[in-house]
């Protein structure tokens, strides 16, 4: 967990940074801060296909550079263009090479519902994340205590948002409230080994209830992983890396829809 621990490390003095620069008051007074947020859990529940959360992400720090010719602009008018259910868009800079600034930028712009997926730890980012044009949030079950979930996922409510609820392994099922955290994803990337395993989700979805709406995540680059995941119970996939490394990202966007369109098979 030493990836985490140094990820957590920089995001406490990221955060202690934040605070010096602005307020709550200040997020309060920026622009998009009262536009009303759109819903995920409605644009994805009930949907007979398996919906596509598509992710804007630079580089990662098991991958490196990822997109070279990357537009987060040009990316997300590409994923608005084929209708996806959401965007999800890294905001790390360290690790991840993203900005809160592309989040604000494709606010402007937005046709479907913004994730902002980044470290969350402290309820000024979720105001700041709010006033960046964010619809909802990424929590890490690894990254925070029960208690801590609890009153991010409330702080994220207040403000109209709705929150992404993810966890790696079947041991942090324990700090879920499924009456709270509607939004489960389950990530199939080993924490420690980076290793990818789509059993993951299979085995998570078997344990949650049938009320919650399941995201897969990670390790999704082919109809067969499309499949397994539909019939693992998933409601939706986040994909990023197979989109950000493809030529045409429409074209592979495409593709990935007609493998998603043919609805669970009970």
Known sequence: MNFLTNILDTKREEVAKLKRMYSIN????????????????????????????????KASPSKGLIREDFSHLEIAKSYFSQEVNGVSILTDKNYFKGDINYLLDIAKIKQAPLLRKDFIIDPIQIYEAKANGADLILLICEALSKEAIKDLTETAYELGLEVLLELHSINQLEKIDPGLNKIIGVNNRNLETFNVDLSVTQNIY??????????????????????????????????????????????KLSELKSWCANGRQD
């Open 26 to 57: 200040s997020f309060k007074d920026m622009e998009l801060f009262p536009t009303q947020s759109l819903s995920f859990y409605n644009n994805v529940k009930g949907n007979k296909n398996l919906s596509i959360i598509a992710e804007i992400k």
């Open 206 to 251: 078997s344990l949650l209830p049938d009320e919650v709406l399941l995201v897969s995540e990670s390790g999704i680059n082919s109809k067969e992983d499309v499949d397994f995941i539909r019939n693992a119970g998933a409601d939706a996939i986040l994909v990023g890396e197979h989109l950000m490394r493809a030529k045409s990202i429409e074209d």
